[in-house]
């Protein structure tokens, strides 16, 4: 892989411990992200944890799944799930696979998730349920398969996302930051949904209000100040993936001028910076919120 | 500005950080200040998470929440909640916008909040509801027009506090710790009360009650006990803001006689103090809870 | 007050950060304890939030809550509630008044609780409740005055803990100990007995279970177990009392031979023992656990 | 004890510490391990709470839960649950016995806990209840006489857990690993089991579906991966058992092929190993998570 993914190999491997952070992902799930340079590619992460991901981790696949180098490592089982949604959303450029506890008692009730408050709108008016079973029987419920993975993508169409019975969810985005903001924030809205219930009555965002609010919601101004939110509270609980280095040329191909200084500091020092203690991760985490 | 609101604004980053730190803000959500010395003025930090909010954030708005100085920086989109209150209340000197989560389910479903137990009773007998729909048809759900801001201090009232249908609360204050302790006790209010009815029953305060809890609520000796534990929690945090140079005769003025210890003791400091690492202000913290 | 008091008062202050740490203290609610030699006084601190309390906070006080010492501080304006329940049940050697969340649904809903579970037992078969509005109408459901105290000490009768309408709750054990596990469990009892009601059916233990159980919860084995783990779990959060100077003779009059080392090895350092920073506190807290 | 037990009695002592930090143990509970060697002993800590069990208080038992040496020591009055049950389930390894918040409810109400999704299949399909009353009347709810474990063990029957009413529950795997991983998602799967049935209906798995998702949930790569997943959480909050010694002739008979790396390095280094300051534990699990 050459040297100018660096930096999004860090974003993705960072987008992966937020999402941990905030409680979407746990001891399993992913993001990817589909290749910058190379629409036929995406990038996601060898086989483990999310939220103890580093840059080195994340390797380049096929559209079919297949890893582009042989690998040396385990990879995710279910990675077909990006493969055949990258293959049938090509404006898609984000996806997150996951079993948040706030959306895993709707895919148990098989109840919809919708938009009840104006964050919530970034999940879209509806969002279809894909059920297994309907397709393929009785299963370990793991999507796997290329043709599971194709039935999924169907279901999903083209929504923002797609709950999956008794399973979790698959979310995406047209970049990473606004994949975050839909994937955590769709939690928040499934949270208040819930409790809207208990108390008698849920009042949905009208198809207007979920269009205009869904339109703010994607806007780089609301997707980077959450990262930044994000990352101040991934750092203080001391979950940032190491530092990489980064050459100026590469963050000019990648980066996003919208990125927020958080970011371009984490990933500026390069491999040979001394131990960061705990101490100076503080000084630094200041020096950023300034 | 003049050096001599150094505290203030302090004092006002410090109550947007403490309602983080206790579940009411996250990434959004704001608090205002009116100027001590210019009631046409009001005081809001520049666009940023109100978690990581230092005291050179804050800036001067007049009632028309235009700046007061040519910003350099991006504004709160929402300011005009407070410039209309602030219009509308001569006797409000604070204001806090929140989602926070546990409001969010009334705000859904349409239920009252009512106070169910005497530190809930700084809330009011009664909490209008404003549905943004209902002036302005399908909007984004974000109180951005002046005429929107106008229609939200009507329907305010004379309440403390307004519930926004699937969007969040505002609610105001006579001073800002008064404001912050109404914000946090109205959520604790709003879980007891879901739980309650999921018991089966809600009983609330009676009217003569809530107008005697809520006196007692509203004073100092209350507000400045759990300004004061609400500091020290976000101390325990690591959340404080950085501290500012305060002049003596600055200080006179703007601060009151109530203020604990633990809000001096942080102003204090002068913006030459040495590095304040996690140790420092461990024992700084012992310091002050003797 | 003579030095012999100065371990007693270093419990008294840790039962009230244990509560607080466990989640049945917030800002406010209070325990205190009977004189160890003198049944016609009582110890409770100063008014301030119980997190935050030293051993040198702690005031006497006579039945009728009046200060022994003529005070140079502010005084907890509901310490009749501790009086008038020290003079009802001369066999109560300890009170803690507290809102706890998860008990407060219930004094909303006027629902009992009820044991749900072995170590629910600890608060008896039946809990009754007190409503302030009976016997004095519209308040400001602060117990203040003394014929307030002695209704609700009636109110109380010979049970272990009475329920407050809209208010909370006040819990008594036979030592300081029981009492902080009593109000955890009964916390903890609360919590289960609303979950088990929204999945359809509350099955308590039978009147037989109830008393069994409850005996076994009292024992020191128990209690010291408890008392050990929370202050374990207190001190990973960096919250114990500031280490008191204790004379070892004042310690065999007062201390318990059940007392676990923990409570020992803190208290013993003299105050001139150098600053306990972080690391010094891991150190020792390794050093208890073995 | 035989020296190259020290291993086991490691991984033993951070089972326990493992399911404390995961919500499933608190100041009670208890995790135990049949011998690797000897399938008529098993080994089980001294009665402490799990969150503090160091390898050196484990100790070993036979099958009647009689200690095989004299004990100095206090012991857990209900381990007749583990020797039991290893005496009637020759396939089992390890036994867990836990009163976790999650399941509780379901204790309380007797409603069966049931597959809701993949990882929840590793409870199988159906989990028993066992009510001490049936059998024995009014008791205290402990389990303590052989009978009593012997019934219990009875109901347990062919199952993965058994609920026992009012109490808590019992759970047995093939090794620690699985144990762990079915103790930890039997409380996730409780969890949304009562949230799905608040939004209204709960869609179990198919008995085909729970067959093959639980084969899955119990291959190593599962019980790995969430094993060094539940040890960075546990040892990022500080909680982990103090590092034994280990010969390497010892490791190669008690170790299993399959351990991550994260057991093999903590459990490592000698006694004789510096100070393990915060930053020193912290660089430790940087190391690691590469």
Chains 1, 2, 3, 4 share one sequence.
């Not at 190999?9 to 001891?27: F, K, M, P, S």
């Not at 919530?120 to 993975?149: H, I, Y």
């Not at 797609?162 to 499934?190: K, P, W």
């Not at 020092?269 to 503080?282: A, F, I, L, Q």
Request: proline share 7%.
């Amino acid at each position: 892989m050459p040297e100018d993914l660096s930096d999004l190999r860090y974003q993705i491997a960072l987008a992966n411990r937020l999402l941990t952070n905030e409680g979407v992902l746990d001891a399993f799930g992913h993001v990817s992200m589909r290749h910058p340079t190379d629409p036929g590619r995406y990038l996601l992460s060898r086989s483990r944890s999310p939220g103890v991901i580093e840059a080195d981790d994340i390797l380049e696949f096929t559209l079919d799944s297949e890893p582009v180098a042989p690998p040396t490592v385990q990879l995710y089982a279910e990675r077909v799930i990006h493969g055949c949604i990258y293959q049938a959303r090509p404006e898609v450029t984000a996806v997150c696979h996951h079993h948040a506890p706030a959306v895993m008692p709707f895919c148990i009730a098989g109840v919809p998730i919708v938009p009840v408050f104006h964050l919530g709108a970034a999940g879209g008016e509806t969002m279809p349920f894909w059920n297994q079973r309907d397709d393929f029987g009785d299963t370990n419920l793991l999507v796997v398969k290329p043709e599971e993975g194709r039935s999924l993508a169907r279901a999903l169409g083209s929504h923002a996302a797609v709950l999956m019975n008794n399973h979790g969810a698959t979310v995406v985005g047209r970049d990473l930051r606004e994949l975050v903001s839909r994937s955590i924030f769709m939690c928040h809205n499934a949270e208040y949904q819930l409790r809207a219930q208990i108390l008698g009555k849920v009042t949905t965002l009208t198809a207007g209000e979920t269009r205009l609010a869904g339109t703010i919601n994607a806007m780089a101004t609301v997707t980077n100040r959450t990262w930044e939110y994000w990352t101040l509270r991934l750092d203080k609980a001391g979950g940032m993936p190491s530092p990489v280095a980064v050459k100026s040329k590469a963050r000019s191909k990648t980066g996003s001028k919208a990125r927020p200084r958080a970011a371009s500091v984490t990933a500026a020092p390069s491999r040979t910076t001394p131990s960061r203690g705990r101490k100076g991760k503080k000084r630094q985490t200041r020096g950023r919120a300034r």
